[in-house]
């Protein structure tokens, strides 16, 4: 009689020899695909599975439900929704469960990077997310996930709604547990302080046993219920060889109950029940406030989603859920609604609020032809809108993925505050060893007392939240002034600036280029060749272009266009060369330029001068006072322009620039940037294209959020709106955010620092650790939170 398959029960064939060790022994498969399974099953940590499932006659519970589950992520119909996918990888932002601390993310960062196909991971333990990036030919989403829930903790796609559910969810469970440590820690402590001042010293010692089995039954549901999420942290952390903040604290809670259960069964020794209780009690006030805390730095970014109306009008009058917009459709938006995705506006015109996104109060016009964004409100009017993107690739979506990298991207401090951490935990494990080992010879009764109180002082949550927290919360404040963080190391990197450079076109100016004077030199009319320049300018992404837009002519459109970033472009129509650009590039000779004009733009056919064209671009009001503001701290400023015509100079003259590089390409713009000394820590400012390499070799980069696409992903962070004075409050709050970091490392530091001897010489009642202990992680979040202040 042939075996048959421990997965499925089919018959497994004579010569196949397939075998998954399941629940201690080698089970045979039938095929490849149930041994593949069943590897799954086991290394998923659900063996219980095969204990208690049930195999039907159609073989339909073959997979247990949560790692059916986690298959579904794999779809990739299911993953267009919450995946980001790239040419080589994919990415995805992780909403994490059973995150409590700096050694969690230790754990799952370290345990996923040794997974095949996966490129990175961060985790960020503010905001409980993570952010995946992987090889989908190497490994699937389902594998990664499992690998996570394997190690104790739940992961899955990001969602605000659920996360929001999640986090109420988790805040009622922790009431309820501080509810039960609260009521128990009143009716011990009664009993306690009547046999501590022996209110009842003249009663049997059988009757004082009974309140100690009265104080025993108070004490456990605190100990296996209240204190849980402290035991499951900290077993995550052992099983995974590392040490967190829950192991002391664990080790001290159930060490002190098996203590006191030993007393009162033998009736020898002293319990400590109320301690206990009290113990849980204050380090779950203390835990809810953090997370109440850390929930009000993190829920910024994510509250945007919220800005996003649920459903939307289509212009045929039928209403469709706004996150099943696709790209093309036309919707509808009423005066005093929200837009409901990214778009382009096809007909109408209001004004629109996008302080949302920009951090500026007045509303702008917005009319036929101009895009708007999702989750800003419509004013006056109604418009239709086209939608251009999907919600997944909306500015909003963009916007809190790009906060989310910033934040998991940890700079150099949060590093080695985490790392110090963990070998602190250690050391207090060691410390606390020493310290009964002496208390036990010199006073027995006392040394786990005063051990408990070692562990529990000592514990270094602070120092793990003294980085992250004020981090995140700058990083919501940025938000709020309208800059979007592409990089972690931007809070760290402006403190320490001492050269600025500037481009002009779009950065200094406002971009608003206006065409002042056109000189033909050949026998077309002016129409003409403005309508010339602008078929070739169409090609373009900058301000000059645009100059030019609204002289377009189908009529003189080209064969062919090729743009010479930082040069200009040439056309070919008709078997002749058009050029438009600076006069280095259009003409053949020098000697074609008049002397007496200045023309920044010239327009050549076959090498000989068509026409140029005199331009003019408004200095934007705050450009002054941005290049006052760097240079009044010591900051040399230089404005790099690819700009050599007169007005570059004048521009550089009206604002005081320390100094002026003109005529520059981007290769010429990256080579002033790699010149300087070694000594001077870069930030520059740009929005064209020709800026992109600059951007991406500067020690710290901002682009326009009018700029293009390709500036805005060179850069580290992107201004949104318009207003430069924005980098000034930027400056502003990364000085703050540095001393208040300094400040939380210093309090954390320094509080563990004074309390270990005290703890150690037996000074420090174990109620007290708590207090301090708790406090001392409150006052470092709470301090963080300074930054989320309008005057920050």
Sequence with gaps: MSESCYHCGDPVPQETHLTVEILGKARSMCCPG???????????GLTSYYEYRTVTADKADLVPQQLQSLSLYDHED??????RASENANEVTLSLEGVSCAACAWLIEKQLKREQGVLNIRVNTTTHRALLSWDPAKVKLSQLLSSIHRLGYKAAPFEADNQEQHYHQTMKNYLYRLGIAGLATMQV???AVALYFEVFGDLDESFRNYFRWVSLLFATPVLLYSALPFYLNAWRNLRARSLGMDVPVSIALIFAYVASFYATVTEKGEVFFESISMFTFFLLIGRYLEMRARRKAAAASANLLKLIPAMANLADGSQIAAKSLKVGDVVTVLPGESLPADGVIVSGSSVIDESMLTGEPIPVRRASGDDVYAGTINGDGN???????DRQHSLISNIIRLQDEAQASKPKIAELADVVARYFVATILII?????????QTRPDDALWITLAVLVATCPCALSLATPTALTCATSR?????????????LETLCNVNQLVIDKTGTLTEGNVRIVTTTCFSHQSESEVLSISAELERFANHPIARAFSSHRNPEYSFDEVINEVGFGLKGYRNGQEWRIGKASFALHTQDQLPTEEDFQVW????GQAVAAFQLDDPIRPDSKALISAF???????TMLTGDNSDNATRVAEQLAVDQLVSGATPQGKLNYLQKLDKHHITLMIGDGVNDAPVLAGAHLSLAMGSGTDIAKSSADMVLLGDHLNRILEARKLAMKTRKIIRENLSWALGYNLVILPLAVAGLVAPYIAVLGMSASSIIVVSNSLRLLKEDG
């Design 432 to 440: 606390a060893a020493g310290t009964w080992l002496y208390w036990h």
């Design 189 to 191: 402590m009664m009993l």
């Design 603 to 606: 327009l050549s056919c076959d």
């Design 34 to 44: 149930c041994e593949a399974v069943a590897h799954t099953i086991v290394e998923s």
């Design 383 to 389: 418009v239709n809108v086209k939608v251009t993107q």
């Design 631 to 637: 240079q009044s701290e010591g900051i040399q400023v």
């Design 78 to 83: 299911i993953q267009q929704e919450f995946v």
């Design 478 to 490: 940025l938000g709020r002034l309208g800059i979007l963080l592409r990089r972690g190391h931007v």
